[in-house]
């Protein structure tokens, strides 16, 4: 996570998720499911490692590669994509 020194938050691309709803399974502090079994992502800041974690290996099992981790460069206060599904 080189330069990412704030803030991680997970975040899901909704055009690409297929509802399949694995990542529930991996993290269901931060996904949930609607009706459909589509992914509804808090993505407000993860607070701990362990979390942090688990949302890197919920990126790692979507399918779709809908998910994605971002970090807060702090310097530039913009937000640089540290994880991603391939
Ligand atoms: S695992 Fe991926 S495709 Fe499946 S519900 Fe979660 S974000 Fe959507």
Same mark, same amino acid.
């Given at each position: 996570? /080189? *330069? ?6 997970? =975040? =899901?691309?909704?055009s690409?998720c297929?509802?399949?709803? !694995?990542?529930? $399974? =991996?993290i269901?502090?931060? !996904?949930s ?6 992914a509804?992502?808090? /993505? /407000?800041?993860?607070?701990? +490692? &362990?979390?942090i #974690?688990r #949302?890197? &290996? +919920?990126?790692? #099992?979507?399918?779709?590669? #809908? $998910?994605?981790?971002? *970090?807060d460069?702090?310097r530039? &206060?913009?937000?640089? =994509? !540290?994880?991603?599904s391939?």
């Open positions: 996570m /080189s *330069g990412v020194h704030g803030e991680i938050r997970l =975040v =899901v691309d909704g690409k297929d509802g399949r709803g !694995i990542c529930a $399974l =991996v269901p502090e931060r !996904i499911l609607d009706v459909w079994g589509y509804n992502v808090d /993505s /407000s800041a993860l607070e701990d +490692a &362990r979390l #974690a #949302a890197r &290996r +919920a990126v790692r #099992a979507c399918p779709a590669q #809908a $998910l994605t981790l971002v *970090g460069t702090r530039t &206060r913009r937000f640089v =994509v !540290i994880g991603r391939r």
